[in-house]
């Protein structure tokens, strides 16, 4: 298979501009592309994982990938893709969130390799000294308002209304393609499927202002079965950092993929082979209550961003909470597991008896409740049954020296906390 059949089966390609033209160049020699990432906050999330990832796919195949961040972009604000203006951020934040970003990329690329190194980039490089009268007599005068106008990004907010700062983002975007063009003989820009106008404006600029034969390359969507956004969790936004998405929670967020979205996602997300996702899809038919499909898109996922070794303890964490053995866990791991479960501050005293620890924990409203969940043998004290209600929950309960975890039924846990 080659590399675009790989693309195409994947179900990578949305749209390409000339595909003949860079099917060709593809199979002919190492192409430099790249793709861009605005710092619109301090990590990058899910939502730019096709795009990275198919920087690293593109690297995997012999071609030359330039990771650019937006430092200077991020300053403006793309209206693609956005019903409504966006805030600034202070140029402090924006340079902050641009070295975060940078970081974050270059785990996914090889620099070392001398065939083929990533390039890591800031546009804040080259749009920070480019001074007014240049942008317009140079650039600008490439550009008729009537084509932006036209442009879905800008369209569509003409009811709503759009600055003169995110009307003219096009124009810095398209900028840098042709610099990239220009200094590095870049001539593929890869993208989500909103990039297409401002990848497009890029393709023309290099075509008004002499640059080589270049192309345009956006991916998909990524959509779900049930309707809902991609993405989001009940907690929000699902972050490449580990200190804003734990390694756990990024796990969880794969394994609970639906059966109709799983087989897609392995093709979007995973470097699995096209044997490799057919058995999975046939294990998937059948034996689907196995998850063998999930457990694999999470375990690779996991691993590529987070390392394998999040991965081991992301599987002992989610055996833990499954079997309830919670004893087990180092106290990183355990802190990660029942990371926003209910939980209490104690302070260190004598220890209480359990129908009261139960109550202190906030696991039952009422001594009658808890003395009847207790006696019906609901309640366990790290992963251990306990049915005496006077019983004292004593600090050789504590684990790593301060937790106590309470469980009642099969999964409400609740984390007791000693100072
Ligand atoms: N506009 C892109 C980011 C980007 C920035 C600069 C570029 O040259 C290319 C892409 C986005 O918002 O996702």
Redesign the pocket.
């Known amino acids: 298979m080659t590399f675009i059949e790989d693309l195409e089966y994947r179900g990578l390609i949305y749209q390409l501009t000339d595909r003949e033209g860079l099917l060709e160049k593809l199979q002919n020699e190492r192409v430099k592309l ?5 710092p ?1 906050a301090d990590s990058l999330h899910i939502g ?1 994982l096709l795009p990275v990832l198919c920087l690293r796919r593109f690297q995997l195949a012999g071609h030359l990938p330039i990771a ?1 961040v ?1 430092g ?3 300053l403006i604000g ?1 209206p ?2 956005r019903s409504t203006e966006r805030s600034l951020n202070t140029s402090d934040t924006v340079a902050q969130w641009t070295e975060r970003l940078k970081e974050q990329l270059s785990s996914f690329l090889d620099f070392e390799t001398d065939v083929n190194p990533a390039v890591m980039a800031s ?1 804040y490089d080259w749009l920070a000294p480019l001074d007014v009268i240049t942008f317009l007599r140079d650039i600008g005068k490439n550009f008729t308002v009537n084509y932006m106008l036209a442009k879905d990004s800008v369209n569509s907010r003409m009811e709503s209304g759009i600055s003169f700062t995110e009307f003219s ?1 096009m124009i ?6 042709f610099k ?1 063009n220009k200094d590095f003989g870049c001539s593929l ?1 890869i ?2 499927s ?2 297409w106008g ?2 497009t404006a ?1 393709l023309d600029l290099i075509g008004k202002m002499g640059g080589t034969k270049s192309f345009g390359f956006t991916m998909p969507l990524v959509t779900k079965s049930d309707g809902k956004k991609f993405g989001k969790s009940e907690s929000g936004a699902v972050w490449l950092d580990r200190n804003k998405t734990s390694a756990y929670q990024f796990y969880q967020f794969w394994l609970n993929t639906d059966d109709n979205d799983v087989i897609k996602f392995l093709k979007y997300f995973t470097f699995l082979t096209r044997e490799q996702i057919e058995e999975l899809e046939a294990e998937l038919r059948e034996r689907p209550e196995q998850r063998a499909a999930q457990r694999t898109l999470a375990r690779e996922v996991t691993g590529l961003v987070h390392g394998q070794e999040a991965v081991v303890s992301a599987e002992k964490i989610s055996q833990a909470l499954f079997s309830g053995d919670v004893k087990l866990l180092s106290e990183s791991e355990l802190v990660e597991a029942l990371d926003g479960v209910p939980s209490v501050l104690l302070e260190d005293g004598e220890p209480l008896p359990l129908l009261d620890f139960v109550i202190a924990a906030g696991a039952a409203p009422s001594k009658r409740q808890a003395k009847q969940d207790i006696e019906s043998g609901a309640v366990y004290i790290n992963g251990e049954r306990l049915k005496e209600a006077e019983l004292a929950v004593s600090s050789d309960y504590r684990l790593h020296g301060k937790y106590v975890v309470l469980r009642r039924g099969k999964k409400n846990y609740f984390l007791v906390q000693y100072r």
Do not use: A, E, P, V
């Open positions: 790249y793709s861009g990432f605005d619109t730019h650019l937006g200077g972009t991020g793309d693609s893709g546009n983002y810095l975007q398209s900028y840098d393609f990239l820009q993208g989500g909103d990039q401002n990848i890029g």
